[in-house]
């Protein structure tokens, strides 16, 4: 696993968690990879509220406070990994530790990877109206808006209907 799939990945299974979103094969291969079980929704009550705070600090550009409160609460144990047979790279978090500590230490590192200007992981936050999801940005000009086709559509046919509106 190359470095930045790692930060990118990590970066990834934070907005799934602050999203809300069902597991993904992403989260369950990466819990499977690093001997980590998945935590419960309740398990999480005590991450989230903090990782919400600087996935939304990441996607808005700063301020860094956030990220800096979640790596004081969940301060990365970085060491070199060659566990995939794809060379050493960078963990933050040591296989098989307690989920929401594993979450914590990498999702923390990770974030503060990008809002530093890590050039390869952008997060942003989806621009229709009442929609309070993240996203991160693989397009190739990094100039996605909307967390899903729903919402670019949604927010496509209201601008529309407010033009007919306006114009006759």
Same mark, same amino acid.
């Given at each position: 696993m190359r470095y930045i799939a790692y930060v990118g990945n990590l970066t990834r299974l934070a907005v799934e968690l602050v999203n809300g979103d069902e597991p993904s094969e992403l989260r369950r291969e990466f819990f499977r990879q690093h001997r980590v079980t998945e935590p419960d929704p309740e398990g999480l009550d005590g991450l989230l509220p903090a990782l919400r705070d600087a996935v939304a600090a990441v996607a808005d550009g700063g301020p860094s406070e956030p990220v800096n409160l979640l790596l004081g609460r969940f301060p990365p144990e970085i060491y070199v990994s060659e566990h995939d047979g794809d060379g050493p790279h960078l963990h933050f978090a040591r296989d098989g530790e307690d989920a929401v500590h594993w979450l914590g230490r990498? %999702?923390?590192?990770? &974030?503060? !990877?990008? &809002? %530093?200007?890590?050039?390869? /992981?952008?997060?942003? *936050?989806?621009?229709?109206?009442?929609?309070?999801?993240?996203? /991160?940005?693989? +397009?190739?000009? *990094?100039?996605?808006?909307?967390?899903?086709?729903? %919402?670019? +559509? *949604?927010?496509?046919?209201?601008? !529309?209907r407010a033009r007919r509106r306006e114009g006759g």
């Open positions: 990498g %999702c923390a590192a990770a &974030l503060a !990877h990008v &809002l %530093c200007g890590d050039p390869d /992981v952008t997060v942003g *936050r989806c621009r229709a109206r009442d929609c309070p999801r993240f996203f /991160v940005d693989d +397009s190739r000009n *990094r100039s996605r808006r909307f967390c899903s086709n729903a %919402c670019a +559509s *949604r927010t496509t046919v209201a601008a !529309h």
